[in-house]
């Protein structure tokens, strides 16, 4: 690359930090490391209604959590800031005299009523809503008679006329925006603080970001800032526009959408792992030569290129984030497994907020036991949940087991070994299991499964004997005995 790698993420502090948003911060991520630059996070937050309070602090703690890092930002002093936008105000002021001096701007003294009613009477002669440059041109008698009005301005930029502005777009190609199409747009309002579309021009350009990568939604704003690049005769910056991510029904996702988990925030409540979310994050869009799926940050910065990211959307698939996430929960230490599940488990109230060293340890097996089956760790609530009520409530498939003829038999042969032993471990467990197949003669299936489902409720579930030994004596001697004194119940 000839010139100096820059990139941004830029969020407004509208919330926590959208699934889409923390791709397309990942993709700058990569693309800045992969050729070697600087990853800046920058706050736009100009458009003050709608930021909420904390956000900026949630939005930091999320990109923390997904793992990335960065080399400018709030937190983060560089040669560029501040990097915050309304740490910027003089700077945008400056640069906003500068474009009303050479008339490249003016002021706008039309009331919100006013511009309504010219928005409403176009639509209704079925013209595209725009500005109709009514202040283009005031004399100084009308602007005194707006100001004793009492009337503020806005700030427009004048837009010029008949002319093509084309984005050199890496993923989309060329595309090309006729000037006509779009009025004259307000860059600064009457309280002096520039919309978006200026602020993230002069923030670019002077913080010298060589490569803007952001979603698709904000295509049809670049037309408007490479205006103002014009206007300033400044060298544009490339552009990457990111294509959206479709919620499962292959829709557009929005805010309100419920088919689609869509904040980082929650999947890391959810007890998903950030390196699962990254690598499914970046196969959203992006996709590395060859079959494999499975990629660390290194390889994901390694073998980023903007032109295998994909021109058309994506589609959210969770059964595929669950697969990875289960992926990466196999492979990941017990300990760490342990941390994400146990609080699930005190706050759904299977565990007191306080553990003695031996309700840890126990707890700590119980979560082992589920290690390869989780697809995120707040599921060790529902996996584990046999192991916590008095009553097991056995399904059709269960019911069906515990219906066979040999089962009461099993149980109370069963029961009669583990009551009468001092012992109780797994080893234990596998010896009484043998002791009962040569008592009764039943075996194999017919007397592991009815085990099995007597005492967990389940036909599927991970090892018997552990299982058993971590109900502990008391749970299962009375949930065999139960099934077999109610056999009738089951046939
Ligand atoms: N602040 C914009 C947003 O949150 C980002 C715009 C950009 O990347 O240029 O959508």
Redo the contacts with the bound molecule.
């Keep these: 690359m000839s010139k100096e790698v820059r990139v941004?993420?830029?969020?407004?502090p509208?919330g926590h930090l959208h699934i889409g948003?923390a791709r397309?911060a990942l993709f700058n991520y990569f693309f800045a490391r992969h050729h070697g630059g600087k990853f800046i996070i920058r706050i736009?937050d100009t458009d003050r209604k709608r930021n909420v309070e904390d956000a900026e602090a949630k939005l930091i703690e999320s990109m923390r959590w997904i793992g990335t890092e960065w080399d400018e930002s709030i937190d983060k002093e560089g040669q560029y800031g501040p990097y915050r936008s309304m740490d910027r105000l003089e700077i945008y002021t400056e640069y906003l005299n500068k474009l009303l001096e050479e008339g490249k701007a003016y002021h706008c003294y039309c009331t919100e009523d006013e511009l309504n009613e010219e928005r409403e009477a176009q639509k209704a002669r079925g013209e595209m809503p725009r500005y109709s440059g009514k202040c283009r041109c005031l004399t100084s008698e009308q602007i005194s008679t707006f100001k004793a009005e009492g009337r503020t301005s806005s700030i427009r930029f004048r837009v010029p006329e008949n002319k093509e502005f084309v984005v050199h777009d890496h993923i989309r190609g060329e595309v090309t925006f006729d000037s006509n199409g779009i009025g004259d747009f307000v860059i600064a309002r009457p309280d002096g603080i520039p919309t978006?579309n200026f602020a993230?021009t002069i923030d670019?350009y002077l913080m010298k970001i060589s490569h803007?990568?952001?979603?698709e939604?904000?295509l049809s704003?670049t037309p408007r800032?490479l205006m103002i690049y014009d206007a300033f005769g400044w060298e544009t910056p490339d552009f990457a526009h990111v294509s959206l991510i479709l919620n499962p029904d292959r829709q557009k996702m929005s805010k309100r959408d419920e088919s689609i988990i869509q904040f980082v925030e929650q999947y890391r409540e959810l007890g998903y792992l950030p390196e699962a979310l990254v690598n499914f994050l970046a196969l959203l869009g992006w996709s590395p030569e060859g079959e494999e799926e499975i990629f660390t940050m290194e390889e994901l910065i390694k073998r980023f290129t903007l032109d295998r990211v994909s021109k058309s959307p994506s589609v959210f698939d969770i059964e595929k984030l669950n697969w990875m996430n289960n992926h990466y929960m196999k492979l990941a230490p017990l300990e760490r497994i342990v941390d994400l599940a146990l609080p699930h488990m005190q706050k759904a109230g299977q565990l007191p907020e306080q553990l003695s060293p031996e309700q840890r340890a126990w707890a700590e097996q119980v979560i082992a036991l589920y290690q390869e089956q989780m697809a995120y760790a707040a599921q060790i609530v529902n996996l584990a949940s046999l192991f916590f009520t008095n009553e097991l409530e056995y399904n059709e498939e269960a019911k069906q087991v515990l219906a066979e003829e040999q089962v009461p038999e099993v149980m109370r042969a069963f029961h009669e070994e583990i009551v009468n032993g001092d012992d109780y471990t797994p080893d234990f467990i596998k010896q009484a299991l043998k002791n009962v197949q040569k008592a009764t003669g039943h075996k194999g299936k017919k007397l592991f499964m009815p085990v099995r489902v007597a005492a967990t409720g389940v036909t599927h579930g991970p090892d018997l004997a552990t299982s058993l030994y971590l109900l502990g004596r008391d749970k299962v001697a009375a949930r065999v005995l139960n099934v077999a004194d109610n056999h009738k119940q089951f046939v």
């Design positions: 941004r993420f830029a969020p407004s509208t948003g397309s736009e978006y993230v670019d803007v990568i952001r979603g939604e904000h704003n800032q």
